[in-house]
């Protein structure tokens, strides 16, 4: 079965003007907010919403053989939902679903350009996609920070609060109640107006990680604990991005956080590959948390074509074409790993001595990468063929032959609509 792609293709005809309505209203304090209503200031914008979410079933998420997927939903005069499910390899059967409601103030979709939350990216398939790129929005949420929004368990879900009165940010948790508990809580006396953002879960559980800047421009990594206090843990400070703000990632034993772009921490936690600000694609050695710095010229990402799309293991990468450099053949349109260990230092002429052979047939079709499997053995992807875009899992193998996912609701939700965020 080939599942049409007009579940996301489709919002495109929404009017981008809405993309600049505000989605969020007054921060609240600690509690459940009252939900967005048609044509209140928090209300999203008023569409259908294109799917609808799933009704809760089972709610345990086993730490084995499970595929993850996420979704998200901004109906116009109710509260917006993200629900995840978790699907069986091999049958593609739902075994696992959850739905969390968000508060009216949450952030889920786009504010003039700020990037507040990874909820945005999430949610960004619920709207008009003004890119000129050719992919989908919600095509950047496939990474480790969309994971990172909820805790091991998925029974919580780390959002950013927002309030246009005072310009404040918040950063807290949602439960599967709808219970939002306020993290960041309301300062008193002569103070500087919270502006806490990109939350997300440290593993155990305990608690929330973000950024904000300081009013002397300094950028700033901390934490607020899940205990009765939620108090505010300093863990890096330092001089503002150069080329605008840079996501947030968490990684490695000790867990580390770091800011960059498109950040992948290997599976031992001791390296990350991602965007180092001026200095383009790296892998990094990760000893301490703030902002990825280059090891010099030895972890460059010399081949151009290669956009670093996860970790097979501690030393390959797994590559897929870059959006821009027109990846030529066998290259184009597939994707291949990248050997970490043997790039060539300031040798870009022999860029691809350290590349594998095409993991993919020959296709004209557009392939993105989505989860890796835990043991680094399996593929699962989205493969695009016009305004066709439809959900395959291989071997992680030369040769191998991609196998279609055809059971209804796992080919819509690893196909089109939701986003796969872990493979157990």
Known sequence: MVVAGNGRTGRRLVAAAALLLPLVTGCGSSGQQPAATSGSPGAAPSQASPQTPPAATNATFRDHDLVISAGCTVPGSRPAKVWVHGFEPGSWKTVASVEFTLPATAVVGSRQGDK????????????????????????????????????????????????????????????????????????????????????????????????????????????????????LTEQWSGPSAGFGDLDLALGGTPMHGVTGGSVYFSPDGKRAVGYVDGEGQNVVTVTANGALKANGSAGKIKDMECRPSGWVDNHTLLCAPATLGGAKPPYQNNLWTLDVDRMHPNDYENAKDAAGPVLLPATDRKNLPKAISADGKKLLFRSVQGSQETAFVTDLAPGAQPQQITPDEAATSLGYVDVPVEWR
């Open 116 to 231: 507040l939350s990874a909820l945005q990216e999430l949610c960004a398939g619920n709207f008009p996609n003004p890119g000129s790129s050719g992919e989908e929005a919600s095509d950047s949420a496939f990474g480790p920070r969309i994971r990172q929004l909820f805790d091991h368990d998925f029974s919580r879900l780390a959002i950013v609060t927002a309030d246009d009165r005072t310009g404040a940010g918040h950063v807290g948790y949602v439960d599967l109640a709808g219970h939002f508990t306020d993290l960041t809580g309301t300062p008193s006396g002569f103070t500087s107006v919270p502006k806490e953002k990109g939350a997300l879960f440290a593993p155990d559980g305990g608690s929330v990680w973000f950024t904000y800047r300081d009013p002397n421009g300094q950028d700033h990594i901390a934490s607020r604990d899940l205990t009765a206090d939620h108090r």
